[in-house]
């Protein structure tokens, strides 16, 4: 069982927040103050995933909306979707 290094994790989302980055993904500015579970709040990305071999460090994360991050992971997940085109 892999130990999550929380305070790590905590001062990482502390320097963010202080920074307040747009997200990386869309480039809009994300609202620091929204509740953890709104859609547009703020949520750390690993840019190589943690599952993939990528640190739990600065390096390696940038700030991103909640639903911009499930987005991705989806498109990662289930690439086949995009090639059958928008549904919008
Ligand atoms: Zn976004």
């Known amino acids: 069982m892999i130990k999550r290094d929380s305070a790590n994790r905590h001062r990482m989302r502390a320097r963010i927040k202080r920074d307040q980055p747009a997200c990386h993904i869309c480039g809009k500015a994300i609202d620091y103050t ?3 579970l709104d859609p547009w709040s703020f949520v750390i990305d690993h840019v ?3 599952a993939k071999g990528g640190a739990d460090a ?6 991103a909306h909640r ?13 086949i979707v995009r090639r059958s085109g928008s549904l919008d």
């Not at 600065?58 to 700030?63: L, S, T």
Request: aromatic residues 0%; glycine residues 4%.
């Open 58 to 63: 600065m390096g390696n994360v940038k700030a």
């Open 34 to 36: 929204l509740p953890h």
């Open 48 to 50: 190589v995933p943690l």
């Open 67 to 79: 639903q911009c991050n499930s987005k991705k992971r989806a498109r990662i997940v289930a690439p």
